[in-house]
Every structure is written in C-alpha cells, then in structure tokens.
C-alpha cells in the first residue's frame, strides 16, 4: 500500500464527513475548494478544507518521514546515535542534524 492510499481515504471520509453533517443540519456547504457563493461556507466548511489541507500535506510529509527512518537507523548502526525504546528513528536522525548545523534539539515531537 503506497502512502497515497491512506492519505486519500481520509481526504474522502473527510468530504463524506462534511456531506452527513451538511445533510444532518440542513446546510447547503460548498464541495471543499469550490467556490460556489450560493452555499454557505461556513466554520465548519472551513475546518473541513484546512483539515483537508493538513491530509493531503502527508503526500510529502510520509516519504520524508521515511527517509528520516532509514538515515537514524544508519546513524545508529555507525554508533553516531542511540535511538531509546519509545524514541524514533526519523526524530533521532531530524534531533542529530539539527544538533550538527547548531540548531539543537528545537523539533516539537509528541
């Protein structure tokens, strides 16, 4: 499965989620991107197409991700880091070059 799949399932239950509660309140909301005046683009509309917006960023977001995984597991494997149980590869490899161009540990990592 291609990290597209996913990413495409949940812009879809997104539009679906909008077109239930459109249905459920009685609202005439606008298909998310499409600018059509004669519904209303409401806040929840809204949140549904920023929403959209931050899935569809995964697109680029994933690879990297991956990409970073696949370098921490080499920086590891060369004794230059050590990733701890409940540490990730991707946020220990992002941690070790910020920390090798001075930046430091300054990612936000949950």
């Known amino acids: 499965m291609s990290s597209a799949d ?6 879809e239950l997104l539009r679906l989620c909008q077109q239930l509660q459109s249905e459920k309140d009685g609202v ?5 991107f499409v600018i059509d005046k004669s519904k209303t683009l409401d806040q929840f509309a809204r949140d549904i197409g920023q929403s959209i917006t931050y899935m569809q960023s995964l697109h680029k977001l994933l690879p990297m ?4 995984a696949k370098l921490g597991r080499k ?3 060369a004794g230059r ?5 409940g ?6 490899a ?3 070059v910020l ?3 001075g930046l430091g540990e300054e990612t936000n990592q949950e």
Not at 6 to 11: N, R, Y
Not at 87 to 92: E, F, M, N, S, V
């Open 87 to 92: 540490d990730d590869y991707a946020g220990a």
């Open 28 to 32: 005439d909301r606008p298909e998310p």
């Open 94 to 96: 992002l941690n070790f």
């Open 65 to 68: 991700d991956e990409q970073l």
């Open 6 to 11: 996913p990413v495409e399932k949940g812009v």
């Open 75 to 77: 920086l590891e494997a």
């Open 81 to 85: 880091i050590s990733v701890e149980y």
């Open 99 to 101: 920390s090798e161009h």
